[in-house]
């Protein structure tokens, strides 16, 4: 469905081009902007009225097809991971709240984060760990346990329930991609 649409209105976009451009030759056929210039102010009202909306039509036309893209492409962004991994709802969820509290310590690439304090879960959990499911359980594990490592120290429980298996959803999806 989505694709359609943007197919829809990449075609509308060449179709604008294109129509500026007759546009543009059938003013230079007139002798330029200064003979349609003589020309407009010789023509009767309708055509004034004419060409007035259909400058109106193509400046609207040009400010809508890119915010209609944009509104389009913008649900599609959520959902991708680093490395092309397609996210379902609970990893999103996952992917804000390790933005919120984890990303200050720790480096994953699939939310751009950058922390030198805690591990490079992209190296630990990515190259380490061998299937998803087994990179779920330890960061689950640290996220109850919490650990004492390194240069600084998470806290233990720093989310629970939903929220914990989000982020640890998350992590092991993007983890190393």
């Given at each position: 469905m989505v694709i359609?649409?943007?197919?829809?209105?990449?075609?509308?976009?060449?179709?604008?081009w294109v129509l500026l451009g007759l546009a543009v030759f059938f003013l230079a056929m007139r002798g330029g902007p200064r003979g349609a210039r003589q020309s407009l102010h010789t023509e009767s009202r309708a055509?004034?009225?004419?060409?007035?909306?259909?400058?109106v039509l193509m400046f609207a036309f040009g400010l809508v097809v890119p915010v209609l893209v944009l509104a389009a492409n913008g649900a599609?962004?959520?959902?991708?991971?680093?490395?092309?991994?397609?996210?379902g709802a609970e990893q999103q969820h996952g992917?804000?709240?390790f933005g919120e509290s984890c990303a200050s310590c720790h480096t994953l690439a699939g939310a751009n984060a950058v922390g030198r304090i805690g591990p490079n879960l992209d190296?630990?959990?990515?190259?380490q760990v061998s299937t998803e499911a087994k990179r779920r359980a330890l960061v689950l594990d640290a996220i109850a346990k919490g650990r004492a490592r390194g240069l600084g120290q998470m806290p233990a429980l720093?989310?629970?329930?939903?929220?914990?298996?989000?982020?640890?959803?998350?992590?092991a999806a993007v983890a190393g991609h």
């Open positions: 359609a649409f943007v197919r829809f209105w990449v075609i509308a976009f060449a179709l604008f055509g004034q009225r004419l060409v007035l909306a259909g400058v599609n962004k959520d959902s991708v991971g680093a490395g092309g991994v397609h996210l992917r804000v709240l190296v630990r959990l990515g190259s720093l989310y629970q329930g939903r929220d914990a298996e989000s982020i640890a959803a998350f992590v």
